[in-house]
Each structure stands twice: as C-alpha cells, then as structure tokens.
C-alpha cells in the first residue's frame, strides 16, 4: 500500500480530488467507483471547484456507487442517491445515463443485485474505486463476519454502522436494517483503490490494518492488503496510532 499522510481534512479532500482527477485527465472515460459517507464530502467539493475551473471533464466518466440503503427511495434525503445527486452529480457535466447506484427501492432486490453486477461486467471492472473505511474494518457495507461475498448482495448492517451512521437519521431506529453493497471481489477487482481515511475515530482499526499482515474476513479492509494497487490518504488524526509513528 502506498501511504500518504496530510495534515487534516482538507488537505486529505485536495489529493483524493487531484489523484482522481489525474485519472480522468489519463483515461477521460474512466469508470469510477465512487463511496458516501462523512469522508469523501470534501473530495466530492474539491472535484467540482476543479470542474468548474474547467479542469476536469466528466462528460465521458462512467460512475458505480458502492452501496445504497434497503427500502429507501433516490428521493428520500437520507438515501445514497441522494447525497450523491445533492453532493457531488448536479454540479458536474456527467451524463445521466453514466451514474449508476443501486436501487434499494427496487422490487425485486436479487435481481437488481444481478442488473447491478452486470453493469459494472459490461465495462470488465472498475478502473478506480474510491473508499472509506468504517471503524469495524468494513469496505463498502462488507461487515465482519465468518464469510465475505465477492458480488453485489444485500448485506445485514453491522449495529455498530447503524449507530456510527445514525447522526444522519432522526433516530436510531430509523437507520435501515439492510443494504446493497458491491462485493468484495468487485472492489478487489478494481485497477487502482484510493482509500481515505480521516479523524480520531478511524485511528484505530487503520493502525489495525497496517500493523498487521494477516488478512481476516472479520477484518474486510484487511483484502485491501492483497491488493497490487492501493493509495491510502490518512490525516493526521486518523494515521496517529499508525506504530512507528511516535507521538
Ligand atoms: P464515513 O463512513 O466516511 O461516514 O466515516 C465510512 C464508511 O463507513 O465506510
């Protein structure tokens, strides 16, 4: 893993933007993983200054998000098309038909676990896949557990993501109980990964990850390990009990 450390969040939010923004200069079609959450807001906002500095182009950017929520709809607030919409795609030039987010609304949701892995097979893989991490190790919503799945599938959240993503929601029982997520073998699939990693919260289970050589489905960043190509952005918060580092 090669492994940059910034001073805080907005310089993280500045490199992620620059290295993905790199990649489209390089490949102006290239197929973006993209991830929500907290950590990637400021990436998203970076990335729009450069668009509209007419730096960047999205106009041939193929985009697949991670995951999305089980029962709500693209226009519930609290949904990942949402965010993204809100975040990050009405402020670009990118393509309707080129974003694509699973549908936690649909009615069949095996089957639009199928639709959404074909999509991505149509383009082979992902050239780079943006993460976050949650503080159980999860990539995309990947929880702990005895076994991973390397498809698109729905996926119990952990309690511990619940209450983590709960300030985003009235209350903790309105936090869905599922979710689609893309498998593991669709992320580890991916040309390059850039995994960001911001605040005191996360400092501990990334020097979890990069104090240990094992790799642990009870710890799914842990593949990331494995992986040929991976750019760790931390700050300095969330790199601060990386061992080896002092304090
Ligand atoms: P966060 O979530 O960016 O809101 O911390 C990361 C994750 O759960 O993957």
Redesign the pocket.
């Known amino acids: 893993m090669n492994v940059i450390i910034v001073r805080d969040y907005d310089e993280l939010s500045k490199k992620a933007a620059q290295i993905v923004a790199n990649e489209i200069k390089k490949k102006p079609n290239l197929v973006l993983g993209l991830?929500?959450?907290?950590?990637?807001l400021g990436m998203y906002r970076e990335l729009v200054k450069l668009y509209k500095k007419g730096e960047v182009d999205f106009s041939q950017v193929i985009t697949f998000n991670l995951d999305e929520y089980v029962g709500l709809s693209p226009s519930d607030k609290n949904s990942y098309h949402y965010y993204m919409y809100e975040n990050f795609f009405k402020h670009i030039n990118i393509p309707q038909q080129n974003i694509h987010i699973p549908d936690g609304a649909a009615e069949n949701i095996e089957e639009e676990c199928r639709r959404y892995d074909e999509k991505i097979m149509k383009h082979q893989r992902i050239d780079m896949q943006v993460?976050?991490?949650?503080?159980n190790g999860?990539?995309?919503f990947n929880e702990p557990g005895d076994e991973l799945i390397t498809t698109t599938h729905v996926t119990k959240l952990a309690e511990e993501?619940r209450k983590?993503?709960a300030r985003f929601f009235e209350s903790l029982d309105k936090v869905p109980q599922y979710a689609i997520t893309m498998g593991l073998g669709t992320i580890m699939k991916a040309k390059k990964i850039l995994l960001?990693a911001?605040?005191k919260?996360?400092a501990k289970i990334i020097s979890e990850l990069l104090g240990d050589e094992s790799v642990s489905t009870k710890v799914p960043a842990s593949f990331l390990l494995i992986h040929p190509d991976v750019t760790c952005i931390f700050d300095e918060e969330a790199a601060s009990l990386i061992k080896g580092r002092g304090e």
Do not use: Q, R
Not at 131 to 135: A, H
């Open positions: 991830a929500t959450g907290s950590t990637p993460l976050g991490i949650g503080t999860h990539i995309g993501t983590a993503n960001l911001s605040g919260s996360k």
